[in-house]
Structure formats: C-alpha cells, structure tokens
C-alpha cells in the first residue's frame, strides 16, 4: 500500500511538472499559431537565470526575477525574430525557433559551461512534507505541485473569463 501511494503521489508531481512545461508550448500554439522548438530552451535559460540570480540574493527573488527576464527575452524574440517570419508559415518558424533552440544552448554553454551547475533545494523547503508509513513525501516536491496547480488554476481563469 505505501508503495503504491507513494508511487502515484511522485507520478501525480512528475505529471504536473510535465504540465508546466507543455501549458506554455500548447498555449503559444493553439492561441498564437506559432510552432515553437526552442521552447524548452527557454525554459533551460530561465533555471540557468534562476540560478544565477539564487546565488546573489536567494531563491525566493529568483523565482520571480528569473521568468520575468526570460518572458522580456521571449518578447523580444517573438517581437523581432518570430513576426518576421511568421508571414511565410509554420516551416519558415520551425527553422527559425530550431536554429534559436541551438544559439541558446551554446549560449548558456559559454556562460555557465558544460557541467551542471550545483542548485541546492531551498533550506526553507528541505525537508518532508509529511510521511506516510514509513516513507516522507519532500515539502520541495508539494511546492511545486502547488506551483502548478496554481498555473492550472490561473491559465483557466485566463481562458475562460477574458
């Protein structure tokens, strides 16, 4: 039984951070048309920042600073990269956020290096949640859950009441 429960609680957390990782690619698809390939380089831009950021003043500022500096990133890209080629159709954006996907990745390489960086979980959310038999659950892991049940929660409201 504990491991059954155990094993859906990490499924139902590993499901939710898929989720937010394709919330922004279907949005940016369904609503805008765009096909997007360098999305998760965005995403891998905005951890790197996040960690940059963690470093000089802590967590808590960097998960604020750190999507706000990729979303300003993301408007400029889309603003004068994407518009430009979004008249020709979805072939000319797919070459176009491709090529992007790769300059952002040899960006990040340049700044950060090849090896992983080291990002410790926050002292404030280290530690158990709760336990459940015998086995505790991570309070970073529920943050996060919470984090994107909270993005679930506000994308429909978006959606459905503007």
């Known amino acids: 039984m504990e491991f059954v429960a155990i094993t859906l609680l990490n499924g139902l957390s590993y499901g939710l951070l898929l989720f937010m990782l394709s ?8 609503m805008m048309g765009v096909l997007n390939f360098a999305h998760a380089s965005f995403y891998m831009l905005g951890a790197y920042f996040a960690y940059a950021v963690s470093t000089k003043i802590g967590f808590w500022p960097a998960l604020v600073i750190a999507p706000l500096l990729v979303g300003i990133i993301g408007a400029v890209v889309e603003r004068y990269g994407l518009r430009s080629v979004h008249k020709y159709g979805h072939i000319p954006e797919l070459l176009f956020t491709f090529g992007l996907s790769y300059v952002l990745v ?7 290096g090849r090896a992983a960086v080291p990002y410790p979980i926050p002292a404030e959310l280290d530690g158990p949640l709760f336990t459940l038999f015998t ?6 892991r529920g943050f996060m859950m919470l984090v994107a049940i909270l993005m679930l929660v506000a994308i429909f409201l978006v959606l459905t009441k503007t």
């Not at 040899?106 to 950060?112: A, C, F, N, R, T």
């Not at 086995?135 to 970073?140: C, K, Q």
């Open 135 to 140: 086995t505790t659950f991570p309070m970073y």
């Open 23 to 30: 919330s922004g690619l279907t949005l940016i698809f369904s």
């Open 106 to 112: 040899e960006l990040v390489q340049l700044v950060w």
